[in-house]
């Protein structure tokens, strides 16, 4: 078990255990340590969200890696998949975000990625902690070998470039009303400008972060708004990224949720057609709905399930030869493109699938009937409630009335104090009784 990482990445409440300045001056002294192979100057990347806590967390960050002789090229706000794609780019050893993706702005993370843009293992996170939990003042650099620290102009112009090539050659967006909202996140500059710069008309929505608005009543996570917008302004298409712009939700011209399971539909039919789709399906996790994959079954196609997290997605699609995947929540790879969830670069293929097919979102991005589906989070102050029998027992007694026409997960959350409890199936009374009981058992034990 990783003691300080979850399923993204290190993350909790900012000035607080772990997510201190003294604890992101040792996380960057022991990354650095890390990936410090062989005798080139080591460089490190490092981006950040619009929360207020960036500053304090960023230059901690800086503190450590430059301690153990690695040079930082600060990227300044820019979206989790620029980092991952800057950090291959600039070739760096390293690449680090400071945010807590879609989490309230009191929270903020850690994420990092390798020299090939990919997340990290769960052994090298493993050997972070550990060093962490050491004594690293053998490891400091001598005064001469110190790293040094700069910003790097042009970060968001080169992330722009590589997610507009990402279109196909001479598909201009001209004629599509688009609202996009930015959650008052690390996009907020980035996603307006790319859609502006291929024709679309652009309605801009969360642009204006003032350290505290990050997600707050906008983005992925809250589309109420962005759906009001797109009625009002009679939009074509609503794009909601999060506070990282690593997801992404689409909300069509009538104001409806489009979520990432239809999401992954729209584009692994249309790769399909196109003889693109690699590994003959998609991967996704156990929480993407069975209608999924039961409409990829009618194309022929497959949907292999992870466990939550994009990182396990990424690296079951690298694995098997897969070059689609993602979450229910709106991560979507498409590895052809990006090596982590990018929002705007897979809002941009839904607008590609848009304008060839010349039809209306709602069309365009319904491409299954959902099997109900319902999700509960249970809170907890510590312990395992899971390890608890009469929770065991409930969710033994769940899965024999589900049988075999429905699906029970049952997780603890890898970034909140969490237990979420889903359930789905064909009877939609079943399945609401039985995420009732068995969220009812679980806050009966965690209290």
């Known amino acids: 078990m990783r003691k300080f990482f979850g399923t993204d990445g290190i993350r909790g409440q900012a000035n607080a255990y772990p997510m201190t300045a003294e604890m992101a001056l040792k996380i960057g002294m022991a990354a650095g340590l890390v990936f ?70 009191q929270d903020n993370g850690i994420k990092f990625f390798g020299p090939d843009g990919f997340k990290l293992s769960d052994e090298i996170e493993k050997s972070i ?28 112009e080169r992330y722009i470039e590589t997610a507009k090539r990402t279109l196909p ?37 969360g642009v204006s972060p ?20 797109v009625h009002e302004v009679r939009a074509d298409i609503g794009i909601a990224l999060d506070g990282d712009a690593d997801r992404v ?54 949907l292999e399930r992870t466990k939550v997290g994009d990182r396990y997605v990424v690296e079951h699609m690298r694995a098997n030869g897969f070059n689609v995947g993602g979450e229910q929540s709106g991560h979507i790879v498409l590895s052809d493109f990006a090596t982590t969830g990018d929002g705007l670069i897979a809002a941009l293929q839904i607008m590609a699938c848009i304008k060839q097919q010349d039809k209306p ?26 390890q608890h029998s009469e929770v065991k027992s409930a969710i033994e007694d769940g899965e024999a009335r589900l049988g075999t026409s429905g699906r029970l997960v049952i997780r603890a959350s890898g970034t909140e104090p969490l237990i979420r409890v889903m359930a789905e199936g064909d009877d939609a009374d079943l399945v609401k009784q039985v995420v009732n009981d068995i969220a009812g058992v679980v806050a009966s034990s965690a209290a």
Not at 132 to 156: C, F, M, W, Y
Not at 189 to 203: M, N, Q, T, Y
């Open 249 to 302: 939700i689409i909300v069509d011209e009538n104001g409806t949720v489009v979520d990432g399971d239809q999401l992954m539909a729209v584009v692994a039919q249309s790769w399909q057609a196109n003889g693109r789709l690699a590994g003959n399906g998609i991967v996704a996790t156990v929480m993407s709905n069975l209608g999924l994959e039961r409409y990829l079954g009618d194309l022929g196609l497959g």
């Open 361 to 386: 979102v709602s069309e365009v991005c319904r491409r299954f009937e959902p099997v109900p589906q319902i999700l509960k989070n249970v809170r907890y102050k510590g312990g395992a409630p899971l």
């Open 36 to 105: 410090k192979n062989g005798g080139h100057r080591h460089r490190v990347v490092i981006g950040k969200d619009t929360r207020l806590s960036g500053y304090m967390l960023e230059n901690a960050l800086v503190a450590g890696f430059t301690s153990v002789g690695m040079d930082v090229f600060l990227l300044g706000p820019l979206p989790t998949p620029a980092v991952a794609m800057l950090t291959r780019s600039l070739r760096t050893d390293l690449g680090v975000m400071i945010s807590a993706s879609h989490n309230p702005f």
């Open 210 to 229: 003032d350290g505290f608005n990050i997600n707050k009543d906008c983005g992925s996570t809250s589309t109420d708004a962005l759906s009001k917008k």
């Open 169 to 205: 050659r001479k598909m201009s967006l001209e004629g599509l009303r688009v609202v996009v909202d930015c959650a008052n996140g690390a996009a907020y500059k980035v996603a307006p400008d790319a859609l502006f710069e291929l024709g679309a008309d652009v309605i801009r929505m």
């Open 129 to 156: 902690e550990t060093l962490v939990e050491s004594d690293l003042t053998p490891h400091l650099a001598n005064a001469q070998e110190l790293g040094r620290a700069k910003r790097i102009d042009g970060a968001q």
